[in-house]
């Protein structure tokens, strides 16, 4: 029989020390790849991403005529010619005029339906996001027939308003569900305690809703804005005078069956472009936000 003193003097057990781990197999991370493997792909892309707009800069810079790779003298005189005699400051006016008021016009009416989609549940709910769904598969040139027959019996066939009223439409069912999916992951909660602070349901929306979507509002206002900024279509069959016609439209009267002068072109390319890279220089941060906010559903 083993007694308490035995037990209490009897040697602990000796530990074992455990065996050294042997060599484990695992992945190179990112920070070991070698750096030419990142920046020769990199570089490759960049050279054929600039050099289309060295070229578009070259054309427009160098005298008419010259066909030096490298644009000196610089002159701007292409820039003169097609702001002036080809009425590209016209066009510019009325594309920021279309631009504008369609960037406004969808996103108000694209956050008043995100908003129903995203709070309110209704019968047909299902079959209305469907059909918001497959209008993207639409192309704009079926629109035109029937837009053109509603303008022209409202008689506003060449007039700003039916581009602006077209490029909306078309823009809005992808707005919308955007939106929708912004205002998803704002939070119920915070919309049910504004409640009982006193708010109503539009004070609540503007107090607590609205400025948690100003990422949101900024990806699809300024692909509105993008969008009708360079659409060519619709101004195209919805406007015949030349002094309402916007800039692809005038990009187009640069072209002729006989000769194309390349240095007013490129110039009316940069004139058109600039406005873009501006707006994107500025508000690239906000898109970003974004669209990570409204890739997934909080």
């Known amino acids: 029989m083993i007694t308490k003193e035995a037990t209490e003097a009897a040697p602990a057990p000796a530990r074992v020390a455990p065996a050294p781990p042997g060599p484990s197999k695992r992945r190179p991370a990112w920070d070991e790849v070698p750096r030419w493997q990142i920046y020769l792909p990199l570089s490759v892309y960049l050279v054929f991403t600039l050099i289309p707009f060295y070229w578009i800069l070259l054309f427009a810079l ?8 490298v644009p000196w003298p610089m002159t701007f005189d292409h820039f003169e010619k097609v702001w002036t005699d080809r009425s ?45 769904l497959c209008s993207q598969f639409v192309p704009g040139a079926l629109l035109l027939v029937p837009l053109f027959e509603i303008f022209a019996e409202l008689r506003m066939i060449n007039s700003l308003g039916s581009v602006i009223i077209a490029e909306t439409v078309f823009q809005l069912p992808l707005s919308m569900i955007l939106i929708s999916n912004f205002i998803k992951n704002v939070p119920y909660s915070l919309e049910e305690a504004a409640w009982v602070d006193g708010c109503n349901r539009m004070r609540a ?59 007013a072109l490129a110039a009316g390319g940069i004139i058109a472009a600039v406005p873009v890279v501006i707006v994107f220089a500025f508000i690239q941060k906000w898109l970003i936000t974004g669209f990570s906010a409204g890739a997934v559903k909080g």
Do not use: C
């Open 62 to 69: 160098r005298p008419a005529g010259s066909t030096s790779l």
């Open 88 to 132: 590209f400051g016209t066009f510019f006016q009325n594309s920021v005029l279309v631009g504008v008021a369609t960037l406004v016009m969808t996103t108000l009416v694209a956050l008043a339906g995100g908003y129903a989609l995203a709070r309110f549940d209704f019968r047909i709910k299902r079959g209305f996001m469907l059909a918001l």
């Open 205 to 263: 929306f503007r107090v607590v809703v609205l400025p948690l979507l100003r990422p949101g509002l900024i990806a699809v206002g300024s692909f509105a804005f993008v969008h009708s900024w360079n659409h060519f279509l619709f101004a195209l069959m919805f406007l015949n005078n030349q002094e309402k016609q916007t800039i692809p439209v005038g990009l187009n009267t640069l072209m002729s069956a006989d000769s194309v002068d390349l240095g």
